[in-house]
């Protein structure tokens, strides 16, 4: 499992980011190390530094791993839980300038074969820019 | 050097019969078959082009290939036939069956 680059998606709904998971497994399959948080901890919306460093963690590759976020906090909460990360591992996560839904299923279609980091976050960022 | 790489093309054609043509399940499997080979393999909807790369989900998605279409592959290097092969059952697997393995 951990040949493959794996994805992490972030969302401020807690339905959105189980919804694009759901896609991503039933589309593109199971070889991608894949996790995902949305929600804040009370239920409601919003995304939590620790929960994103937990998904992190758990879809862990040494490849890397590409984190797909919808809005604002996700981005930012998602910078500070790659910031928090320890130093080996802080250069291997990247949070991708990608719509969340399209951008988390193109990343885990790349990732599948075997593509590198930098060729899974230019798959989801490059998906409107043919 | 260039005769002989030209040597090694493969092309082949299959009908596309799903029902929703290669939308993004179908686009998404083609795009993960093609990956398991070495060689460069591109499709389209004309035996003359234009081509896409078939290992890029983006462009093979951005096709937007109907149902009732025939495909072309071509493919150059090593494993070309092989790939060509491979996408052509497929295709006429209906997109499912891929997680065994390619043979």
């Known amino acids: ?130 | 050097m260039s005769e002989s790489e030209t040597l090694s093309k493969e092309i082949g054609s299959v009908w596309l019969a799903h029902s929703a043509g290669l939308h993004a399940r179908p686009a998404i499997q083609l795009t993960k078959m093609a990956k398991r080979f070495q060689a460069e393999v591109w499709v389209g909807v004309s035996e003359d082009g234009p081509w896409v790369n078939s290992k890029s989900i983006a462009r093979v998605m951005g096709m937007k290939v109907p149902s009732k279409t025939t495909l072309y592959f071509s493919a150059e290097g090593d494993d070309a036939q092989n790939a060509i092969r491979a996408l052509i059952k497929l295709v006429e697997n209906d997109f499912t069956s891929v997680a065994d393995g390619g043979e």
Request: charged fraction near 20%.
């Open chain 1, 1 to 130: 499992m951990n040949k493959n680059v794996g994805v992490v998606i972030v969302s401020h709904s807690v339905d959105v980011a189980r919804g694009a998971a759901d896609m991503v497994r039933q589309m593109v399959g199971d070889e991608v190390p894949l996790a995902w948080c949305g929600g804040d901890p009370a239920g409601g919306l919003g995304t939590s530094v620790e929960a994103i460093m937990v998904a992190i963690e758990k879809a862990w590759s040494d490849q890397g791993v590409v984190v797909l976020v919808d809005l604002g906090g996700a981005e930012t909460n998602s910078e500070m839980a790659v910031e928090m990360l320890p130093e080996n591992k802080r250069a291997k996560v990247v949070v991708c300038n990608a719509p969340i839904v399209e951008g988390s299923v193109m990343a885990a279609t790349e990732a599948s074969g075997g593509a590198s980091l930098d060729e899974v976050r230019h798959t989801a960022e490059d998906l409107y820019a043919r």
